[in-house]
């Protein structure tokens, strides 16, 4: 994740973007979080822009796969990644030093056809029942 560039986005959103012109906050490059101006704040701005710019990140990281570029590198861990071959992703197996396979039938994928492979999201955790 780009955090110059999502940051960018971020302080886009109609709130955020309040804070920023209004010079509620500023954003501190050293703790990835914004900070007061002393001489004219709302005492719950910064907290509220932290807790929004956490979720911000926390969502991204989520829902956008970084894409390693498999000509320039492959996975350095045995296991199942998301892949683009031919355009279209799938998932696959990784298996060193063979490449790529398929993880149902088990066979060899060309991998002169796959161009970018990445992490599989984590997965939903289950919901605890309620006692309603």
């Not at 501190?28 to 910064?46: G, I, K, L, R, V």
Request: overall charge negative; aromatic content about 14%.
């Amino acid at each position: 994740m780009d955090i110059q560039r999502e940051r960018e986005a971020f302080e886009r959103l109609p709130l955020a973007e309040l804070a920023i012109k209004s010079e509620y906050v500023y954003y501190n490059e050293e703790t990835n979080s914004y900070w007061p101006n002393e001489d004219f704040c709302p005492s719950d701005a910064p907290e509220t822009m932290n807790f929004a710019w956490k979720a911000w990140q926390a969502a991204k990281a989520q829902a956008v796969p970084e894409w390693i570029d498999y000509t320039k590198q492959s996975p350095r861990i045995d296991g199942r990644y998301q892949i683009f071959i031919s355009g279209e992703q799938i998932t696959a197996d990784w298996q060193s030093p063979f490449g790529f396979s398929d993880p149902v039938e088990g066979e060899a994928l060309i991998q002169g056809l796959i161009s970018h492979w990445g992490m599989l999201p984590e997965p939903p955790k289950p919901q605890e029942p309620t006692n309603d």
